[in-house]
Structure formats: C-alpha cells, structure tokens
C-alpha cells in the first residue's frame, strides 16, 4: 500500500522514548520544556507552551485571549472542524469565511466584509494544508480592528512566508503533532506567542490552573490537564532536529507530482511569491465533473494500492453547524466547491519517485473511468 502518510521513526527517536519510558518519570517535566525550547528557537517566538495536541493549543488560546459567550469570531469555513469546535466550546460563535479558490486560505476581502458589518471579537485564521496564508493582511486587518489573530497553524510547522515562521505573526500559534503532520509526537501539540501574559496564562490552563511561577503549589484559575507526556517530549526534540531535512524532502516530492500532473485537467498546489509551503499534504482539485463520483475515484485507487482522502470540511455544512445556524446552501460557494473537489495524495518521506509515478497513472485512469461513466 502507498501509505497517504508514514511517519518518520528511527533508531534515535526510540531511543529518545525509551530512555525516558526507563527513567521512570513521565510526567511534564524537563523533556518537554527542552522540547518547547526547541520548538520556540526554530520558529523564533519567545514562548511555547507544549499541550496535549492542537485542538487543546487552540482552545486554550481562545480562553487566554478572554474570547468568552458573546463573542464572535471570524473564521475559515474550510478546515477541520476543531477550529471552529474550539469556538462553539468558549460560547462564543463562529463567523465563517469563504476561502481562495487556489490557496484554501481565508479570503481577506470577504474577511474585511463581515469585520464592517459584525461585531468581531478574534480572528481564526487557518494555514491550509501547511500554505501560509496571507500573514500581513491578516496581521493588518487584526490590528486596524483591535482584535487578536490567532493562527491555526496545525499543519504549518516551518512554513515560512518571506523567511518568517508562519504561527508567529498572531497574539498566539497553535501547531499540531499528530502523526498526519510534518513531524510527530504521536499526539500533541504547542502554543507559540511573544507574550509573556498569555503565555503563563497558557501554562496554568494546561495544568489545572497551577501557578506555573510560584515555588509552592497555587491554583490561581480553574484548569485543565492538557499536558503532553515526557516521552512524546523527547520524542518531539528529536523530531524538531530534523524537520528542517524533512521540508526539503516533502517540496522535492511536491515538485516531480506539479511535473507529473502538469496538462491533466486537475488543479495543482498554487506557490505564492516568497512563501514557503511545507506540503504537509499535496491537495489537488479533481475537475468539476468529477466531483460526484470522488469517493469511486479514491475506492479505485485504493484497489490500486494507494491510500487518499478528501481535503478537508466545509464546517458551516456539517450537521451541528448546519443545524444550529441554518448554513444554505451557496453562503460560501468557494469552500462548497473546493470541499466537493479536492483530493489529497501520498506524501511522505520514504516515497519513491516511480510510486508517484504509480499514484498519477492510477489517478488518471480512475478520472477516465468515471468521467465516461457520468
Ligand atoms: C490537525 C488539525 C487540527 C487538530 O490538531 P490535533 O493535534 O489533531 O488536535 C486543527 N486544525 C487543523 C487545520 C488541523 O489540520
């Protein structure tokens, strides 16, 4: 089977974990604030905080920026559906927005349309996929509305935009470890900020509201425990160490599938000047026919051997979303039809030139198949 996404474990990684599994302390400890370090050096934020994973990451930025019932926040409508739960869990409301048709990041003008005519306490931006989304507008619209950005970089970990890690242009950024991402602790996740207030707010939610400052213990807010263990701590340092090797690998990979894909009738991956993408998942756009029939595609597929999903949700359509606020249908035709069309490929670091070859030859003969059978 060519795996959608394999991991990358070896003999270091194993023996980061058992040391500590042999250690016998696995609780939140020195291994996690070295992984934190790590974490914040690489993409030059002043904290990070380690949490269990990224839905936790964003919820916890959501309570430290005091966004509360009432509130609204705007958000991408194209995601999985953890960053708009994360709102609808601090009672405030999500205010969904259309995305771009090539980046699937939220789209600035209809972001810039509903801050005029709604009340909008943050914003939720997300990096789609690990393409940066526009940070500086994004930046400038929070900032001219008095409002923090609080970046969804799940899938993002060392993308850049002009050199810049994205995650570290909002009040916080929230990025995911899970093992369909760049690099992996299994579960988990981290906060980065350059605030010294969110952050310590940040490290007292995740650990039952303990004062992470005072030498005895003091609970100063009513917490959670959402603390990451010491061996996906040292497991994630060890991760960190070669994340940079791994983003190297994954554009190589990007690059030969635009080579491969270049004249089909599917929508490849769009690069934006001066960002670079880490490709945590190639995403492409079958063409609009084909839409229909993209779960007999990605089954033929799998009777090829090749593992591949849809892209991601369109959130205000899925049944809680839709039943609570009356989602219709066209209230966000870009996200509708990128929901409808998109595709995720194999990419992972032990794949073989010839297997990508493999997945395009597979892919084509499957559009064929069902386009003459529409
Ligand atoms: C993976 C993902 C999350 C959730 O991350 P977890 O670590 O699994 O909780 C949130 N948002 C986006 C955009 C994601 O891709």
């Known amino acids: 089977m060519i795996r959608l996404m394999v991991p990358d474990i070896d003999d270091a990684d194993v023996a980061a974990v058992e ?10 400890g ?79 003008e209809a972001l810039r349309r509903v801050l005029r005519s709604n009340d909008v306490a943050a914003i939720l931006a997300v990096h789609a996929f ?86 005895m213990p003091d609970f100063i807010l009513p917490g959670l425990n959402f603390r990451l263990t010491e061996f996906q701590g040292a497991l994630g340092e060890v991760q960190v160490a070669k994340i940079e090797r791994h983003i190297v690998e994954r554009r190589r990979r990007a690059a030969i599938y635009d080579r491969l894909l270049q004249g089909s009738d599917v929508q490849i991956p769009k690069r934006v000047d001066g960002s670079r993408e880490n490709f945590q998942s190639y ?32 959130i205000p359509a899925t049944t809680f979303f839709r039943r609570k606020y009356g989602y219709e249908l066209g209230a966000f035709p870009v996200t509708e039809s990128i929901a409808s069309q998109s595709l995720t490929l194999p990419l992972h670091h032990r794949m073989a030139a010839e297997e990508q070859e493999k997945v395009v030859q597979s892919l084509a003969k499957a559009l064929v198949t069902t386009l003459e059978r529409s």
């Open 19 to 28: 040391k500590v599994l042999r250690s016998g302390f696995l609780v939140q």
């Open 30 to 108: 020195e291994n996690v604030a070295r992984f934190e370090n790590a974490v914040a050096a690489y993409v030059g934020a002043r904290h990070a905080v380690a949490v269990s994973n990224c839905t936790a990451a964003l919820y916890l930025s959501l309570i430290a920026t005091a966004v509360g019932p009432g509130d609204i926040v705007a958000v991408s409508a194209y995601s999985w559906p953890a960053t708009a739960n994360v709102i609808e869990l601090v009672g405030a409301r999500p205010l969904f927005v259309d995305v771009e048709p090539d980046t699937f990041n939220i789209s600035i």
């Open 130 to 215: 690990g393409a940066p989304a526009d940070c500086d507008a994004l930046a400038e619209v929070a900032l001219s509305n008095d409002i923090p950005l609080i970046e969804d970089a799940a899938c993002a970990l060392g993308s850049t935009l002009s050199g810049r890690h994205v995650g570290t242009w909002g009040l916080t950024g929230c990025f995911s470890f899970h093992p369909r991402k760049t690099i992996t602790t299994g579960e988990g996740g981290v906060i980065v900020t350059d605030d010294a207030e969110v952050a310590a707010t940040c490290r007292a939610l995740r650990n039952h509201g303990q004062d992470p400052d005072a030498r």
């Open 283 to 314: 995403v492409i756009l079958l063409p609009p026919a084909a839409a229909a029939s993209r779960s007999d595609i990605i089954a033929e597929l799998h009777e090829d051997d090749i593992e591949t999903t849809i892209g991601t949700y369109n």
